[in-house]
Nanobody, 128 residues
Framework: QLQLVESGGGLVQPGGSLRLSCAAS????????IGWFRQAPGKEREAVSC????????YYADSVKGRFTISRDNAKNAVYLQMNSLKPTDTAVYYC?????????????????????WGQGTQVTVSS
């Protein structure tokens, strides 16, 4: 069974940090671009970041540039999202997703419809 599982969410004060993990089972993450998306209450889901499979090219939404870092550890079959300087506006459910349909590429895209395998999400709450 192909599955993605996110972990690492929680409650953090503004200015704090969290590291989200995305672990895969049933397939190898290193062959595919992986994206992180988030959905805040009452808002549509939006792209946060993604990383390509071939050369680890990355994309970041303007709202998280300079604060978030995406990385992958192929040996652990996992992708991470390091989130620093967190703001209350970062509060959301965070999802990781795999773009298995595009195969191995040197790019990733922030478009949700390209991602065909999704995790169940992990809640991140930034509040004092």
């Amino acid at each position: 069974q192909l599955q993605l599982v996110e972990s690492g969410g929680g409650l953090v004060q503004p200015g704090g940090s969290l590291r989200l993990s995305c672990a895969a089972s049933g397939f190898s993450l290193d062959y595919y671009a992986i994206g992180w998306f988030r959905q805040a209450p009452g808002k549509e889901r939006e792209a946060v970041s993604c990383i390509s499979s071939l050369d680890d090219s990355t994309y970041y939404a303007d709202s998280v540039k300079g604060r978030f870092t995406i990385s992958r550890d192929n040996a652990k079959n996992a992708v991470y999202l390091q989130m620093n300087s967190l703001k209350p506006t970062d509060t959301a459910v965070y999802y990781c997703a795999a773009d298995r349909g595009s195969g191995t590429t040197d790019y990733c895209v922030p478009w949700q419809y390209e991602y065909d395998t999704w995790g169940q999400g992990t809640q991140v709450t930034v509040s004092s």
